[in-house]
């Protein structure tokens, strides 16, 4: 069987439906730091308590239930735009007015009204995050998915880290509400996108019913060889990462006192330069190592570069560490992301993408949402340093597991490769 030949970086770039995935995936990342880093600048520098802002965390939730509703997405067309792009761009504008309303709240006076807006952005963010990874994975060939996966990488948190620096920035001279209008008009640019993407060569088949809809994407993942390991996996892999991040602005602000200024330069900026790096240079090393080498390199770097966030937390407030930890941090994060999101879509089928991904990413996004209020409990008892000490140990588990699954991962790699 001859295995097609993979595309360089270079030849990725001008083939429009990469160049679609890439845009795509940055308005996919525009709102998650509206529910994550953002919000949790925003309460910290109102002066809410450490507990509280972990329990607001759990906003984010309906990013971990989007499986929920994904058949739905599967089984229903909308009237225009065909079967993914339709979907994504209802979601947009109704992201685009959320984002907007979200910025008049004030979080001293209308926390429960700020909490249930955040809610639904959460929502709706998912919601578009379910069919633009179903059209990724509908679009991209198998020969081609680690550059997809860098490119969704590269776009996604590209535009988290840069929405979240910027709004905070804007935040910190100008207010709120001015910060979130910037966002809401970013939120809103990337509907031309969605106007200019092509469609897929082969978009899968619609369920003919809402019951194929549901239980025909589990059947189909279930099926497949070392699938209850990899779903494990799925959950492990970036656990101490998430704990690590998961009270990341309150961290930095009420435990280190960093100003909004210096979180936005210092710290998410240049989180967004090293994110560039690391998902590009890890999109290139996955195609030449592979699924199980890059994985297991990659997920030892996540844990050991949580020890930096320790040396902060003993050394204090110094900027200089402040953007060594974050850029280093960040940068192996995204090479890890980058085969992350490669071993997922390696997983799913065009027929029931949207539903079979939004499993998948439910599952692993599971601990960033969760490990918000455990943090939030776990900090005022062993504090800050000790803490970062806790998230490099919990990385363990997943990397002994990935270790056990080397064989069904290799030979997973090896299905894709024929595919070509």
């Not at 239930?65 to 994504?88: C, H, N, S, T, V």
């Not at 020969?143 to 979240?164: I, K, N, V």
């Not at 999101?341 to 969760?370: E, H, I, K, N």
Request: hydrophobic letters at 55%; proline letters at 4%.
């Amino acid at each position: 069987m001859t295995v097609a030949a993979k595309p360089t970086l270079l030849q990725a770039l001008g083939d429009k439906r990469m160049v679609a995935v890439l845009l795509l995936s940055f308005a996919s990342g525009l709102p998650f730091n509206l529910t994550g880093f953002t919000v949790q600048a925003w309460l910290a520098s109102t002066g809410l308590s450490i507990k509280t802002i972990g329990i607001f965390s759990l906003v984010a939730l309906p990013l971990n239930f989007k499986f929920l509703w994904a058949p739905l997405l599967d089984r229903y067309l909308p009237p225009f735009l065909g079967r993914r792009r339709g979907w994504i761009l209802i979601f947009q504008a109704c992201l685009t007015v959320c984002i907007a309303v979200m910025g008049f709240c004030s979080p001293t006076k209308e926390l429960y009204v700020l909490g249930a807006i955040t809610l639904f952005l959460a929502f709706l963010s998912a919601s578009q995050d379910i069919v633009i990874d179903a059209y990724r994975v509908d679009t991209i060939p198998a020969s081609e998915r680690a550059l997809a996966a860098a490119a969704t990488a590269f776009g996604y948190r590209t535009a988290a880290m840069l929405a979240g620096a910027a709004l905070v920035y804007i935040a910190a001279s100008v207010g709120w509400e001015l910060a979130f209008l910037a966002v809401a008009g970013l939120m809103a640019a990337t509907m031309l996108a969605t106007l200019w993407a092509p469609e897929p060569d082969a978009p899968g088949h619609a369920p003919r019913t809402l019951a194929d809809a549901v239980w025909h994407p589990l059947r189909a993942l279930l099926q497949q060889q070392g699938m209850w390991g990899f779903l494990v996996l799925i959950l492990l892999y970036k656990v101490g990462d998430a704990l690590a991040l998961s009270l990341y602005s309150t961290f930095m602000i009420k435990g280190i006192g960093f100003t909004l200024h210096q979180l936005s330069i210092a710290g998410k900026l240049n989180m967004t330069i090293s994110t560039m790096i690391g998902v590009t240079f890890g999109g290139w090393v996955y195609i030449r190592w592979g699924t199980f080498r890059s994985l297991l390199v990659f997920g030892i770097g996540q844990a050991l570069t949580n020890l930096l966030y320790m040396w902060l937390a003993l050394a204090g407030k110094k900027v200089w560490l402040l953007a060594l930890a974050t850029s280093l941090d960040t940068m192996i994060g995204g090479m890890g992301q980058a085969a992350f999101v490669a071993f997922l879509m390696s997983l799913c089928s065009a027929d029931f993408s949207a539903t079979q991904y939004a499993l998948l990413s439910a599952l692993a996004t599971l601990p960033r949402t969760v490990t918000g209020a455990i943090a939030g409990q776990l900090v005022p008892v062993i504090g800050w340093a000790n803490f970062f000490v806790v998230t490099c140990m919990v990385a363990v588990p997943g990397l002994i597991l990935l270790v056990i699954l080397r064989g069904p991962l290799n030979e997973l790699a090896a299905r894709e490769a024929a595919k070509g």
